[in-house]
Every structure is written in C-alpha cells, then in structure tokens.
C-alpha cells in the first residue's frame, strides 16, 4: 500500500475507517469527559481567586 492509498480508502475499506474512526470517538469522549471532571472538581476547591471573582484588569493609558 501507498500512503497516497492509505489517505483515501476506497469502498469497503472506506466504510470500515469510517466505522473504526467513529467507534474510537464514541469510546474517547466519555473518557475524556470524565477526565476532566475529576481534575475539575479538586481545582474548584481550592483556597483563592477565581478567574470570574477576579478585579478586572487596568486600562492601558495610551501615551
């Protein structure tokens, strides 16, 4: 195989890259999403300034 054949798959084998593709999605995302949930949590809690609580930044004085 060639990389060009190996960049579009033709019939069959397109059908089956596409299948694997969205089935590897379809394991990835909620991992993903739980990931992020456990590293989000513990961050809620810590002690200090959250970005939304925070002072709003100075205008730049134009010189």
């Known amino acids: 195989m060639t990389p ?7 019939g069959a084998a397109h ?4 299948a694997a593709y ?3 999605m379809d394991t ?3 991992c993903r ?9 513990p961050a809620l809690r810590l002690p200090g300034a959250r970005p ?5 930044a100075p ?3 134009a010189a």
């Open 4 to 10: 060009v054949s190996l960049a579009a798959p033709r």
């Open 52 to 56: 939304a609580d925070a002072e709003p």
């Open 15 to 18: 059908t089956r890259a596409v």
């Open 22 to 24: 969205v089935s590897a």
């Open 28 to 30: 990835v995302f909620p």
């Open 33 to 41: 999403a739980g990931v992020m949930a456990r590293c989000l949590l």
């Open 59 to 61: 205008e730049a004085v």
